[in-house]
Structures are given as C-alpha cells and as structure tokens.
C-alpha cells in the first residue's frame, strides 16, 4: 500500500500506520542487540570456623545472577539459585555469601556463575573450584569441625574423612550411633539435631574405619548457652568507693577459654566467686556486659552514694557485764557520720533475740532482763538509718557470761506415811532459779535454828530429808510441825519456803479411775465454794526408787488439770491426790487412779488344787501391784489336756480366790487359771491333779453287786425248782422206747437177717482194662455161721444185715458210665475187668454199726472181714428202728427212693427213725450228721478215697451236747419215773 495512492483526507492516518512500524523495526533491532557479559575472575574465599563461602566475580551488568554450586567428586548439585549480588565501589567486584550445611573441609566444591536480566542469561562462567581436604594429597583420617561451640537446641553436621584405601566403619555422638550420607568417594557426613548441653570437658563424637588395624578419629562439641548475668548493683562500704556485684543467672555450660569474660564501664572484671568489681571512686551510672563464644549480655544500674550505704562488720566488740544486764561496744573500721541502725542478735542456751539500737555513729549499747550467770554470745550488723539501703555484714560473734545473784525459793512439798512418818521433799532448782552453782540446802523442822536436832545442811544434790512428826510434836504444844528450806549459793541466800506437816488421822477418799488420753491424764473435781485457796495435786511413781513423789500447784477456783510427764511408763499404776490449802492446812478433796497404757499382767496367779471326793478345788492367791499391770477384771478357768484349753467359768469378780470342778471321775487333769485386764491375759498358770477312787465307796459298790447277783439266781434257781415238770418238757423230753410188732420176748440168739435181693452188689464188667491200673476190690456177701459169726476172728453184729468191706484201690482215672446189672452172676467175673461200676440197691444199715461181711466167694482168698468204726455215728448201742417209706418199683424193679430229711438236731445220738433212701451217699450222709447212712439210689463210684464217712465228727457233736445238758438233766433227774 503506497501513500500516494490515498486521498488527501487519508494521508494523516497513513503517516501514523509508518510511524508505528518504523518504532517497532527499531525495537526488534534495539532488543537484538542486548548481550549480557559473561561473569568472569571468579574469586572463592572460605571462613571454615562459620562454613561461609564468600564468592566474588567481575563483568556481568545484570541486576541477577544464577549461582550453582556442586560436590566436585560425585557432581551433585548442592545449591542452584538466583540471587543479588552487590558490587563493591573500591574494586568494582560482584560478591555474594553462601553458608554450607557441612564444613567447608568435607569435600571439594565447583562454583558457577552466569548473568540474568529477566529470562535472558549469559554464557556460564569457568568453574572455580574449593579443594576440601578429600583429596588424593591428603590420605589422612580426618574429621571435620573441629573443637566447634553451638548453642544448645543447634543442629550440627559432622563429616568423616577416611583414610586411603580404607573403609568407613560409623559414626557416634557420644553413645549414640549416627545416620550418615556419603559426600564423596572417602567423605560421610551426618547431622546431630537438636543438641544438648555438654558436660565440661564437651561432648566426644568419634569415626571409625573397618581397617585390619581399626582406626580412630574424632573432635568434640561444646553445646552451651549465651551469658544472661541478673542483679547487677553498685554500693559503697566507705562513702568513698563503689564496689559492683552481680549474679550469673542461667548456667552457660562453657569454661576454661570458652567462659563467660565480664567487664563494668569497660574495664575487665575478673570472674572470681564473688562476682563483684571493685572502684576507687563512685560514678553515678554503671554498664555491665558479659560475653561468651555463643553471644553477649548487658545489665545497667544508677544511683547516689547517699542512697546506696552499706556499713562494714563493727570490729573489737568488749561487754560490761553484771548479773542482770551488760553494756556490749564495739569499733569501726571507718568513720561512718551519719545516722546509724544497729541490729544486735542475743543467744542463750539455743534462744535467740534480736534487739535494735539507733544512733549517728553508734559504737555501744546496753543489754537488760538478762539471767544471772547464763552464757550469752551476740553479733552486731547495721546500716543507714535514713534511706536504709541493707543491712551490714555481721560481725565476729562476742561470748561473754553474766554474774551470780541469790537463788529463788525452792518447791516444798511433803509425803506423810500412815504411821506419821514420811519425807519433806522440794525441786531441785533449774539453772534459771539457781542463778548460780548451789551450795547447799537447810531445812528447819522447828522454831530454834540453833538447835541442831531442828535444822539440817544438806549437800546440793540432796533433795528430801526424813521426818518422824511424832518425835517433832513433841516439842511442840500446838502439836504443829513446819518445814522451811532454803537454798544458799555464791551471791546469797533464798527466800524460805515453808510447807505444814499433818497427822494422817482421817481415812482419804476412796480412788476414782483416772483414764490417759492425749499423752496426758486429764483430772476433774467439782468446786467447793468453801475453799478459796489454792491446790496442789500429788502422784506417786511405783517403779521409782528414791524421791518418787511429784506435785503441781494448782490456782484456786480450778476444777480441773492435766497431768503430763516424761516418766509415765505403761503398765504402771499411778495413784493421784489433790490437796486444798496446801500450805496451810492440807486436806485430801479426791483421789485417782490409772495407768498410762494398761497391760496384760506379767506374772500369774500363785494356783494350788485340792481334791474333795469327786470335786476338785481350785484357789489362787493375789498378783502382786506392781505385776498387774492394769486393773484385774475377772479370771478365766481353764481344762488343760496339754494340747487345747477349754474354758471351763469366766469369774468377772476380781475378789474370786477359788473354784470347784465337780462330777470328775477318778482320772488325771490338768486346770490353768489367767487372770485379765482390758489388754489381755496372763500366760496362766498349770496344776495337775489325778483323782483317787474311794476305797470304802468301791468295797460299797462291789457288796451291793454281788448280793443283787445272788438274789437274781436265788429268784431264778426257785422258779425253775416250781416250774421243773415244764422245764423238762419244754428242753429235755423223754425218749419213747422202741415198739416193735411181732414177738420180741424170745431169748437172745443170733439173728439171721438176710439182705433182699435188692440189697445186692452188681458188678458190671468192662470189655477194655488197663493192667497198668488197680481197680476196686468187691468182697462179696457171705452167709453167716451157724454160732452167730462171720469168718475171721471178730465178732459180728447179727442183728445188721450184711455189708461190703472196701478197700482203696487204684483205679481208672477215666469217666464212668453207671451200668445196670443184668444178674449176680456177673459179680465173679469183674474182678478181672479193667474198671469196675458199683451199683447200690437198697442197702440198709443199722444205726448202731455198719459190718461189711466177705461173701462166701470171697472167704476162700483169705479176706476177713473188719468192724468199721468210721461208719458209726451214735455213741453206740442204741436201738434205731428203721422207717420204711413206701417206694414204688419200675418196670425193671429198681426202688425209686423218697429221702425223709430230719432235722439236725435229730442225726446224732438218742433215737433217730431211719429212713431208706435217705441219702445218695455215704459222703453227704455225714455232712447233714446222719448217724446210719443208707445207700441210696444206683451210684457210680470213681474214687481213690474210702467211699463211707469217718463217723468222728458226729461222735464229737453228741460228745459237746452231752457235757452242755449234763448238769440241766442233774436238776431234773428227780422227775424221772
């Protein structure tokens, strides 16, 4: 677009549109040709105490510069910023401070510089480089700060520079062990937070390496505070001089060259104990400022030397004693004009008194109320009296000890006994009554002090003087007895103390119970409208040996006190008195008695025991006062058996002395008596006792036994004599005499008895036999002679049928088959079998003997046959008549038995009814005491045993039953027919 083309009206407008495209081409050309110089001349300067980096350049007219600085070694970047740098007129150099978190010596730093104006930056400057100590060069083990002081609550980084070639072992603060960082390829650093404070010699932090010779470095911190000295004063001693004092406020934890340097207006001040400077003039305004490594501290003071007056310590203190005062001096050092307060500090025995004195100058003062020869010592201090700054040192102390003046009158009392003897009695004076050594005491008993019968001088230490009012009445004819004492030292003599001495005609009032309470025992009395004058209570110590009376003066119109003393002991009784008008006409108004502390008693009661017939009677005699130990309550009687205590009667009356135990039978015992009080019982004490029978009371009891016994049998024996008829039917009837059909009358002869054909033996034999074995030996049946005889040589019973003799045989072991007999042919030929069965068919015996008769086939081999008596139960001889059941036969004619059981009393002896088939063997025949067994039902026998009983034990049954009625048939014999 050209200008010219353009109307007249447009051109203005054209000329504006170049106007602004000519700025903006010199502005692109302007803003092009802006180049910012390179920093160049860099200079590094470390201060390694404060790890601050000065860092100084020249060139670069940027307001701005970016800074980069790296751990030359491992080219990491410590600190990149941009920062202000202010240029030095004198040299015309940019410098900048930089601050390291590590000391400067851990390792080598490279620095950088370029120049900034907004976004634009010049070219970065060379490296300059900070060597550290890390170097190659230096192998050494290093450790870096060294000997640094931070201030407590600081953080601090350590670093650990190892040995060439050798590996890091670690790092401790003190006994901590430290987290640590690698700077470099030999540096390690780590950093202690929040410190705390170091003892004296600091705190030791310690590297090590793992070397095959470890090694060792290390430095030390001292972690302190800042100096903050309060109190800080000026004062004069003299009026002319000042002397500066001040306190050293908060501990700073530094010494030796890192202590705390004072110094006031400028001028050093040496630290001592005192914290104080001296000046040989006053000036009005005082600057005190106090520094350490960690900082400093100022403290300003101001005043007038009128105002700030301390007086030295008066010297050469002197006294003017007397007995009751004392003028005390002293010296000045200086010559204090004016006005003075003085403070002077009495001691006595332990009791101090300050006492003030004023005066210009004052050098003397005068001490009054004081003790006659007490021991005194004072100290003086003082100070202005007009704007009163402080008080003075005290002065050395002053001893000094006041003279001797007249005793006080003694405390007289008297003890009367009821024979009207006793003692006059007084205090030994204290060393405040004495007012001096004592030298002695005189008592006068009567008007004339010359008589030497009426006035005593006694020693110091005596403090009583015996007294028989008797023999002293007598002189007089009032019959009135005045004691006067009085005590002499040194400086003079007391005044006299007079106490009446009186009859003990009238019986004192019984003893009310005194009760301790609060250390003390409290006494209370009522108030007798009669009595203006004063008391006097009195009580008496029980353990004491010499001088045991003690008194207090009571005021008038008291009604009660409280009695305390270091003497009262527990379990010690103490008896109290009070006295009206005491020295003028003593009466007894009450008296008390108490313990302190109640006991249980310490010794028991003396015990005796007496036996009374069946009652024992215990008694005991008194515990002595001083044994009790409280008041006595009752007794506790006690059974003893040596291992537990059984309470036999709680006596509550202490006046009990005896008990009876009654109803005791005639044994050893053992009794224990304790006596009580409210704190307990005595250990008791033990008697033994053992009980005697009554002779003639047990020679009573024996005649009245037996003749009880003998009116029982006389009364027994007559009745039975009345009632014998009954007697002897109810336990010994007759025994019927046997009753048999048939004519008996016949003379006596053999009587043939054939046993039926049912009371045959059938031997059956076996095919097989063991020759090897014996078997059981049948001797048969065989008729009877003519005369009454069997075969052999002893006489046969005619009246019993035949029987069969056994012998033990040995035989088959083998089981038995019971066999029924075919005929009684076979008898002969089981002699030659093997094994034999016995089959019994109805044998019957008689009760009086069982024969077993050899049969006729058995008599030709020699066998002779034997009574048994084994088989026989009775006593022998007495007819048994044999009852015959009713049997029924089978069809083979075999008798079925029936057994009729009698009972036992029945089988032995006397008459006894037989029965057939009573049992199935001879065995069990003597088991149930049959005394005439029968052979039972067909048994088989396999035994090496006699198959018939041994009749002894019946025997013996009836033998016992025959002595045990023997003498009941005597007494009924008469009734017999």
Same mark, same amino acid.
């Given at each position: 677009m050209r200008c010219s083309s353009i109307g007249p009206a447009s051109r203005p407008y054209c000329r504006l549109w170049l106007i602004?495209?000519?700025?903006?081409?010199?502005?692109?050309?302007?803003?092009?040709?802006?180049?910012?110089?390179?920093?160049?001349?860099?200079?590094?300067?470390?201060?390694?105490?404060?790890?601050?980096?000065?860092?100084?350049?020249?060139?670069?007219?940027?307001?701005?510069?970016?800074?980069?600085?790296?751990?030359?070694?491992?080219?990491?970047?410590?600190?990149?910023?941009?920062?202000?740098?202010?240029?030095?007129?004198?040299?015309?150099?940019?410098?900048?401070?930089?601050? +390291?978190?590590?000391?400067?010596?851990?390792?080598?730093? +490279?620095?950088?510089?370029?120049?900034?104006?907004?976004?634009?930056?010049?070219?970065?400057?060379?490296?300059?480089?900070?060597?550290?100590?890390?170097?190659?060069?230096?192998?050494?083990? *290093?450790?870096?700060? *060294?000997?640094?002081?931070? !201030?407590v609550g600081a953080n601090t980084t350590f670093c650990c520079i190892v040995e060439e070639g050798s590996e890091f072992?670690?790092?401790?603060? +003190?006994?901590?062990?430290?987290?640590?960082?690698?700077?470099?390829?030999?540096?390690?650093?780590?950093?202690?937070?929040? &410190?705390?404070?170091?003892?004296?010699?600091?705190?030791?932090?310690?590297?090590?390496?793992?070397?095959?010779?470890?090694?060792?470095?290390?430095?030390?911190v001292f972690v302190g505070y800042p100096p903050q000295p309060t109190d800080f004063v000026c004062e004069t001693y003299d009026?002319?001089?000042?002397?500066?004092?001040?306190?050293?406020?908060?501990?700073?934890?530094?010494?030796?060259?890192?202590?705390?340097?004072?110094?006031?207006?400028?001028r050093d001040c040496f630290k001592d104990s005192s914290n104080k400077c001296s000046f040989s003039h006053w000036d009005s305004n005082w600057t005190l400022v106090a520094v350490n490594p960690l900082g400093q501290y100022s403290l300003s003071d101001s005043?007038?030397?009128? &105002?700030?007056?301390?007086?030295?310590? !008066?010297?050469?203190?002197?006294?003017?004693?007397?007995?009751?005062?004392?003028?005390?001096?002293?010296?000045?050092?200086?010559?204090?004009?004016?006005?003075?307060?003085?403070?002077?500090?009495?001691?006595?025995?332990?009791?101090?008194?300050q006492l003030v004195f004023s005066g210009v100058g004052l050098r003397s003062v005068v001490l009054s109320n004081l003790l006659p020869y007490e021991d005194y010592s004072l100290q003086v201090r003082c100070g202005a009296q007009k704007n009163f700054w402080k008080w003075g040192n005290w002065s050395t102390r002053f001893d000094f000890k006041t003279k001797s003046s007249a005793p006080d009158a003694p405390d007289v009392w008297m003890w009367m006994n009821r024979d009207n003897t006793g003692r006059v009695v007084w205090k030994p004076l204290t060393q405040l009554q004495s007012h001096g050594l004592i030298t002695r005491y005189v008592v006068t008993l009567c008007d004339s002090k010359e008589d030497p019968a009426c006035t005593k001088r006694l020693p110091p230490e005596t403090y009583s003087v015996p007294v028989n009012l008797t023999e002293l009445a007598s002189f007089r004819s009032d019959k009135k007895v005045t004691a006067t004492v009085t005590a002499e030292n040194d400086a003079g003599v007391s005044q006299p103390a007079s106490v009446p001495l009186r009859f003990t005609d009238v019986e004192p009032p019984i003893f009310s119970r005194a009760v301790y309470t609060d250390s003390s025992f409290p006494l209370f009395w009522q108030n007798d409208g009669n009595i203006t004058c004063s008391y006097v209570v009195e009580w008496l110590h029980p353990l004491c040996s010499h001088d045991c009376v003690e008194w207090i003066k009571v005021p008038s119109g008291s009604t009660n006190i409280t009695i305390n003393s270091e003497k009262f002991q527990p379990g010690v009784r103490y008896n109290f008195s009070l006295y009206s008008c005491p020295y003028d006409s003593p009466r007894v108004v009450q008296r008390w008695q108490g313990y302190m502390q109640e006991l249980a008693p310490s010794r028991p009661v003396p015990l005796s025991v007496a036996q009374e017939g069946s009652t024992v009677l215990l008694t005991w005699g008194e515990i002595p006062l001083v044994d009790r130990k409280g008041f006595l309550l009752g007794y506790n009687v006690y059974s003893n058996n040596g291992f537990k205590l059984t309470l036999l009667a709680n006596l509550p009356d202490p006046g009990t002395r005896k008990y009876r135990v009654n109803g005791l039978s005639a044994s050893s015992y053992k009794f224990t008596v304790k006596a009580y009080t409210s704190a307990g019982e005595d250990v008791g004490s033990t008697v033994s006792i053992t009980l005697e029978r009554n002779i003639y009371k047990l020679i009573l009891e024996m005649l009245i036994s037996l003749g009880v016994v003998s009116v029982f049998l006389i009364i027994v024996t007559f009745v039975c004599y009345k009632k014998r008829k009954w007697v002897k039917k109810a336990f010994y009837p007759d025994i019927p005499e046997p009753k048999l059909p048939g004519d008996w009358s016949r003379t006596q002869g053999p009587l043939d008895v054939k046993p039926s054909h049912h009371s045959l033996v059938h031997i059956v034999e076996r095919s097989e036999r063991d020759s090897s074995k014996e078997a059981l030996v049948v001797i048969p049946e065989q008729d009877e002679d003519d005369e009454g005889h069997g075969i052999g040589d002893e006489p046969v019973d005619t009246d019993e049928p035949h029987s069969l003799r056994y012998y033990n045989q040995v035989v088959d072991e083998r089981p038995i088959r019971p066999r029924f007999p075919d005929s009684s042919d076979s008898s002969a030929s089981s002699l030659d079998s093997a094994h034999t069965d016995v089959t019994y068919t109805g044998i019957q015996t008689s009760g009086s003997s069982l024969v077993f008769q050899l049969d006729p086939q058995g008599s030709s081999n020699g066998h002779h046959p034997q009574a048994d008596p084994s088989v026989n139960c009775g006593a022998g001889g007495d007819y048994r008549p044999q009852m015959h059941p009713t049997a029924s036969?089978?069809?083979?004619?075999?008798?079925? !038995?029936?057994?009729?059981?009698?009972?036992?009393?029945?089988?032995?002896?006397?008459?006894? !009814?037989?029965?057939?088939?009573?049992?199935?063997?001879?065995?069990?025949?003597?088991?149930?005491?049959?005394?005439a067994p029968s052979l039972g039902s067909p048994t088989s026998v396999a035994s090496t045993q006699f198959l018939l009983p041994d009749g002894e034990e019946c025997a013996e049954e009836k033998r016992q039953l025959s002595s045990a009625t023997s003498w009941f048939t005597n007494l009924l014999s008469s009734t017999k027919p």
């Open positions: 602004s495209v000519l700025l903006s081409i010199c502005a692109v050309n302007t803003e092009t040709k802006i180049v910012l110089t390179v920093p160049h001349k860099l200079s590094l300067s470390p201060n390694t105490y404060t790890q601050q980096l000065s860092i100084s350049w020249l060139g670069g007219e940027a307001a701005t510069f970016d800074v980069i600085i790296l751990r030359t070694e491992f080219n990491e970047t410590v600190f990149f910023d941009t920062v202000s740098a202010a240029v030095s007129e004198m040299s015309g150099r940019h410098q900048w401070n930089w601050t +390291s978190v590590e000391p400067l010596e851990c390792t080598s730093l +490279s620095v950088k510089i370029r120049s900034r104006d907004g976004q634009t930056t010049s070219e970065w400057s060379n490296t300059e480089i900070l060597q550290g100590r890390d170097v190659p060069s230096n192998m050494y083990f *290093q450790m870096f700060p *060294q000997d640094r002081i931070v !201030p072992g670690g790092m401790n603060y +003190s006994s901590t062990v430290m987290k640590v960082k690698r700077l470099s390829r030999r540096t390690y650093a780590s950093t202690m937070v929040n &410190q705390g404070a170091s003892d004296r010699t600091g705190t030791n932090v310690v590297c090590s390496s793992k070397s095959m010779e470890k090694s060792l470095t290390g430095t030390v009026l002319i001089s000042a002397v500066c004092r001040w306190k050293e406020g908060r501990y700073t934890y530094l010494h030796g060259k890192r202590d705390t340097r004072y110094s006031v207006n400028k005043a007038e030397i009128t &105002q700030r007056v301390c007086p030295v310590a !008066p010297v050469d203190l002197g006294a003017d004693v007397h007995a009751w005062n004392a003028i005390v001096t002293w010296k000045w050092r200086y010559n204090y004009s004016i006005p003075l307060v003085c403070q002077v500090e009495l001691n006595n025995n332990g009791s101090k008194t036969k089978d069809d083979k004619g075999f008798a079925s !038995p029936d057994p009729f059981l009698e009972p036992q009393a029945s089988n032995c002896g006397g008459y006894k !009814p037989q029965n057939s088939w009573h049992l199935d063997s001879p065995t069990e025949a003597c088991e149930r005491g049959s005394l």
